[in-house]
T-cell receptor, first 113, second 114 residues
Framework: DTAVSQTPKYLVTQMGNDKSIKCEQNLGHDTMYWYKQDSKKFLKIMFSYNNKELIINETVPNRFSPKSPDKAHLNLHINSLELGDSAVYFC????????????FGSGTQLSVL | AQKITQTQPGMFVQEKEAVTLDCTYDTSDPSYGLFWYKQPSSGEMIFLIYQGSYDQQNATEGRYSLNFQKARKSANLVISASQLGDSAMYFCAMREAHNNDMRFGAGTRLTVKP
C-alpha cells in the first residue's frame, strides 16, 4: 500500500482550464501539505492542514484552493490555469511536531500549454 | 522566519569517496528538527536522516551522517563511500517545534563519477 498517494501523476491542460489534484494518506497523520516544485527544483510550501483545518496559507494566488474532506485527504483545485502554474506539485503528510519527518507523494507534473 | 541555505548548487564526487553537502539555517526557536531528503531523477522525495536541536550526538544512518554544529547553525550531510546511485538532488530542511511546516533549502545536485 502506498502511504501517500496523489493522482494524477501527469496533468497536461490548456491555459484557462480548471483542474484538481487528489491526495490521500493511509498513515493516520493529522497534518497534510501541498508543496510546489518549480523548474529550478525549489520546493515551496503552499498549504498546510491539520485535522481538516487550514494552518498555513502562503502567498499563493487565490486561484489555488485546497479542500480537506477528512484528515486523510487533501485535494488541490486550481482555477483558470496559467503558464506559470506549470510545476511539480507534491502532497505530503506527517504527525505534528518539530521532530516529525514528512512523507511525500510521488508528485504530479502539471504542464499548462 | 526560518531560513535554510544550501550554497552548493552542484557537487561532484568520485565513486567510493566521501562528500559533504553544506546546509546552514536560521531560527529563533530553540526547538527544531533538521532533515535531509534525496530526490533522484525519478522525482520521488526520499527521507535520509534527522537531527533534533537538543540531540547531543550527530545522527547517523548507514552511509549518511549529519555534522551538526549548533553554534554555527549548520547541519551538513556527509555521504561516505559514494555510489553511482547517490547521484541526485539533496535537500536540507528544517521544522520548528511551534510551526506546522517544513521549509527546504534550494538543494544541491550531486553527481557521482565512476
Amino acid at each position: 500500500d502506498t502511504a501517500v498517494s496523489q493522482t494524477p501523476k501527469y496533468l497536461v491542460t490548456q491555459m484557462g482550464n480548471d483542474k484538481s489534484i487528489k491526495c490521500e494518506q493511509n498513515l493516520g497523520h493529522d497534518t497534510m501539505y501541498w508543496y510546489k516544485q518549480d523548474s529550478k527544483k525549489f520546493l515551496k510550501i503552499m498549504f498546510s492542514y491539520n485535522n481538516k483545518e487550514l494552518i498555513i496559507n502562503e502567498t499563493v494566488p487565490n486561484r489555488f484552493s485546497p479542500k480537506s474532506p477528512d484528515k486523510a485527504h487533501l485535494n488541490l483545485h486550481i482555477n483558470s490555469l496559467e503558464l506559470g502554474d506549470s510545476a511539480v506539485y507534491f502532497c505530503a503528510s506527517s504527525r505534528r511536531g518539530g521532530n516529525e519527518k514528512l512523507f511525500f507523494g510521488s508528485g504530479t507534473q502539471l504542464s499548462v500549454l | 522566519a526560518q531560513k535554510i541555505t544550501q550554497t552548493q548548487p552542484g557537487m561532484f564526487v568520485q565513486e567510493k569517496e566521501a562528500v559533504t553537502l553544506d546546509c546552514t539555517y536560521d531560527t529563533s526557536d530553540p526547538s527544531y528538527g533538521l532533515f535531509w531528503y534525496k530526490q533522484p531523477s525519478s522525482g520521488e522525495m526520499i527521507f535520509l536522516i534527522y537531527q533534533g536541536s537538543y540531540d547531543q550526538q550527530n545522527a547517523t544512518e548507514g552511509r549518511y551522517s549529519l555534522n551538526f554544529q549548533k553554534a554555527r547553525k549548520s547541519a551538513n550531510l556527509v555521504i561516505s563511500a559514494s555510489q553511482l546511485g547517490d547521484s541526485a538532488m539533496y535537500f536540507c530542511a528544517m521544522r520548528e517545534a511551534h510551526n506546522n511546516d517544513m521549509r527546504f533549502g534550494a538543494g544541491t545536485r550531486l553527481t557521482v563519477k565512476p
